[in-house]
């Protein structure tokens, strides 16, 4: 059984059902392996205009599999450093591939979101909450230090340093309505509609041309890394440029007069 199930609820919308149930949908070799197989796949995908991530049962992800990761292909007799390496960026490196997709992720977080779990979630573009979702920084409650798989980067960025700090260093458990009050998460709806909810972001998203959606994910992720206002600026006077050159552009404003819906084909 697949540990990412791949599927298509509706034109234009990629879901990855992160599936150990059992564990909660607990990281191990093969489901990182597949996870990575299927942001590839998403990336060569021109159909694919949005991808909705969540886990399946109880469980959005519960973090690092305690009971035996594995090690990744190729390292199996590397050694405890270099084959601990190995597994560290393997994890690791599933973070700035979701920034890399030209394409939104959305998580729909049901359950528990720990350590690693977490790490998706603040990986996506767009989170959104079950009733059930509870985050946490799990790894300073296990020995590890708190800043890992790019939380302590994303983490104060999105609700801001004296509330990260505060979540990284104890680690305490947060449930969907303090989620919701920090700003760590879009929206909290009922667990039976959560994934709907999601779906149904991803259809705006969708709505939108390919270009304009990619675009505005590249510079909105970049300008995290810009020094001032002035460069932000800069930066979006060239993509807008860029942008108004394309035929979905052109095909917009047509659309707009002739008061139909765009069609857009990503040109």
Sequence with gaps: MST???????????????????KLNAMNVDLIASLHAAFDDVARDRSCRAVVLT??????????????????AGWEDAGRVAGG?????????????????????IAAVNGAAAGGGLA????????????????????????????????????????GASRA????????????????????????????????SALDTAAQIAANSPWGVRMTKEVAWSQLE??????????????????????DHREALTAFLEKRPPDFEGR
């Design 85 to 105: 390496f190995a597994t560290q960026q393997q994890i690791a490196g599933l973070i700035p591939r979701m920034r890399a997709l030209h394409v939104p992720v």
């Design 55 to 72: 886990g399946a049962g109880r469980g959005f992800c519960a973090g690092l599999d305690l009971g035996g990761y594995g090690t990744p």
């Design 226 to 247: 810009i020094g001032s206002l002035q460069a932000g600026i800069d930066m979006e006077n060239r993509t807008q440029i860029l942008s108004s050159f394309t035929d």
């Design 165 to 196: 700090w505060e979540l990284m260093l104890t680690g305490r458990i947060i449930d969907a309505a303090e989620a919701d009050r920090i700003g760590l998460v879009s929206r909290v709806v009922d667990d039976d509609s959560l994934v709907d």
């Design 4 to 22: 990412v199930v791949v599927s298509t609820p509706q034109a234009g919308v990629t879901q990855l059902t992160l599936n150990r149930p059992d």
């Design 120 to 159: 998706l979630a603040l990986g996506s573009d767009v989170r959104i909450a079950g009733a059930s979702a509870r985050f946490n920084v799990a790894f300073v409650r296990i020995g590890l230090s708190g800043c890992d798989i790019g939380v302590s980067w994303l983490l104060p960025r999105l609700i």
